[in-house]
């Protein structure tokens, strides 16, 4: 029996809750499916990325080990800000029927908010996955013309990948 494998996006919102619930029950039970939740991560603040250098080699080493302990704690926050709606998607697909083996948890660290899109397709395509899932908010028009979604770009940028967008 072939495995199909869907990536799902999430976040905090009740957009991607959405669009987790809609796999649960559209899938749920049944056989030959793996699904990959991806939560999205923001980029760190700019003043975690780099410094402006030290005038010795000892305080520019002192500088790097400070900047990467504080980039550390951060990624570490923000990972543990994220497991709970992952917490929550794995618990709403096993009620579905999928077992603990056939869900995978993994997150993405663009660069920044635009490249966000690009590397949720590096993912499901490094994981094998056919199908992107992502939960949208709905707009008014005006809104919509106005402001780009990640969800769009999804779908156009996803060349070759199956992608549900939930609204």
Not at 33 to 51: D, G
């Amino acid at each position: 029996m072939a495995i199909t494998k869907l990536l799902v996006v999430v976040d905090n919102s009740l957009a991607s809750m959405r669009a987790v619930a809609y796999v649960a029950q559209i899938l749920g039970g049944r056989r030959g499916f793996r699904v990959c939740l991806a939560h999205t991560l923001p980029s760190p603040p700019s003043r975690m990325i780099e410094f402006g250098g030290a005038e010795g080699l000892q305080k520019d080493k002192w500088l790097e080990a400070r900047l990467r302990a504080s980039r550390h704690l951060w990624e570490s926050a923000a990972n543990r800000k994220a497991s709970g709606s992952l917490e929550l998607a794995c618990a709403a697909l096993r009620r579905a029927g999928f077992a603990s083996g056939e869900i995978e948890v993994h997150f993405c660290y663009p660069s920044d908010r635009r490249n966000a899109p690009k590397e949720i397709l590096r993912l499901a395509r490094g994981r094998g996955c056919q199908t992107v899932v992502v939960g949208r908010r709905s707009l008014s028009w005006l809104r919509a013309l106005l402001q780009s979604n990640p969800a769009d770009e999804l779908v156009r940028l996803g060349k070759g990948l199956t992608t549900w967008v939930v609204e």
